[in-house]
């Protein structure tokens, strides 16, 4: 396994550490760990809410939560750790309430200690305020709203691109901020597919008891899979579970490479 490092002078992946994650090489797939990637954020965000958190607490837990999974395995540390009805009242100082607090705080040092204690996150929104004023846009009737909107998930040029006004291209806006039109485009687009994608949560493997069953199932899918090519299922090599088939156990690589968390 590639030993992923982050720190402050490393704030952005690199593509081996986005192709290669933890979860992906413990046999997760690409898709499924967007899935829960993504869940995980809508988790923090609703709970944000409904403690009356400000946005940027929210964000950055978001941050931490997305960094922590570059250096550990969805395998081994679940977006929960038990299935529960997040309204449900808990009685306070019941032995749920101690089991459930004692829970959090050892969650909290394993965090810190994967994390390096390195908790230090840069918000964005201070620099999107700064780009509005470079491309002056800081009174224009729709865009500031709607570009504050999309940083908690995106950027100006896609609140430019809803509200059709067109940006500089003399020069250029995007060579003007440094940035890479192609990057600009790949996050837009990821960002866009996260309004449009339904999660199915039902089916998400939530803990590590059920991380665990799909990795079993998805190896037997695969071993299914090769014996078909090859003429025929052995159902003794399926029956005979994960580690122990005479048949491929590699997840396939994954195609597509995302460029944004």
Not at 121 to 132: E, G, H
Request: glycine share 4%; proline share 6%; with cysteine.
């Amino acid at each position: 396994m590639s030993q992923n490092k982050l720190s402050l002078q490393n704030a952005l992946l690199t593509l081996e550490q986005l192709q290669r994650t933890p979860s992906r090489e413990d046999g997760i797939s690409e898709e499924q760990e967007d899935n829960l990637r993504q869940l995980g954020c809508h988790l923090i965000q609703t709970t944000g809410i409904l403690l009356k958190l400000p946005q940027v607490a929210m964000a950055a837990a978001q941050i931490l939560f997305q960094r922590f999974f570059y250096l550990a395995s969805l395998r081994k540390f679940a977006v929960r750790k038990f299935r529960r009805r997040p309204l449900d009242p808990l009685v306070l100082f019941s032995q749920e309430f101690y089991s459930l607090k004692d829970a959090v705080v050892i969650a909290e040092m394993q965090i810190l200690k994967k994390l390096g204690f390195n908790v230090h996150v840069q918000l964005p929104y201070a620099i999107m305020v700064n780009y509005l004023k470079v491309l002056e846009l800081t009174d224009h009737p729709t865009i500031p709203q709607r570009a504050w909107g999309f940083l908690n998930d995106g950027v100006i040029w896609l609140a430019a691109r809803e509200a059709e006004v067109p940006l500089p291209t003399s020069p250029a806006w995007w060579e003007v901020l440094d940035a890479d039109l192609e990057d600009i485009e790949n996050i837009a687009g990821h960002i866009k597919s996260l309004y449009y994608k339904k999660l199915p949560i039902p089916d998400l493997p939530l803990t590590i008891e059920e991380v665990e069953t799909y990795l079993k199932k998805q190896q037997q899918i695969m071993l299914i899979d090769a014996e078909s090519k090859t003429g025929g299922t052995n159902g003794a090599d399926v029956a005979q579970g994960p580690g122990q088939s005479t048949g491929s156990s590699t997840m396939p690589t994954a195609k597509r490479v995302s460029r944004f968390s």
